[in-house]
Nanobody, 124 residues
Framework: QLQVVESGGGLVQAGGSLRLSCVVSGRASRPYAMGWFRQAPGKEREFVAAISWSGGSTYYADSVKGRFTISRTNVKKTVYLQMNNLKPEDTAVFYC?????????????????WGQGTQVTVSS
């Protein structure tokens, strides 16, 4: 069982930056990929970024490519999402998820463990 806790959300002006953190605790039976997803008001939750266990493979939604960077440190069991040049349309609750045995990192149902979410609000 893994527990996932996000932090780092907040209010920022358009063009600003935030760094989200996600700490994983517990014991995994196998290596796990990590993903960030977000849900804006009135919309479905969508994929943002994902990273493999080794960190050697990263994946991004087209809407955030070039602005967001996902990274991880397995020693600290932490995953980060550095968000630069934020836009009002990035406003959402951001969720971190862990997925042992993920084959398709962009698919939400591949992830077994989810955090409670952290609010990111970007003002224009």
């Amino acid at each position: 069982q893994l527990q996932v806790v996000e932090s780092g959300g907040g209010l920022v002006q358009a063009g600003g930056s935030l760094r989200l953190s996600c700490v994983v605790s517990g014991r995994a039976s196998r290596p796990y990929a990590m993903g960030w997803f977000r849900q804006a008001p009135g919309k479905e939750r969508e994929f943002v970024a994902a990273i493999s266990w080794s960190g050697g493979s990263t994946y991004y939604a087209d809407s955030v490519k070039g602005r967001f960077t996902i990274s991880r440190t397995n020693v600290k069991k932490t995953v980060y999402l550095q968000m630069n040049n934020l836009k009002p349309e990035d406003t959402a609750v951001f969720y971190c998820a862990a997925g042992p045995g993920v084959r398709t990192p962009l698919q939400q149902d591949e992830y077994d463990y989810w955090g409670q979410g952290t609010q990111v609000t970007v003002s224009s």
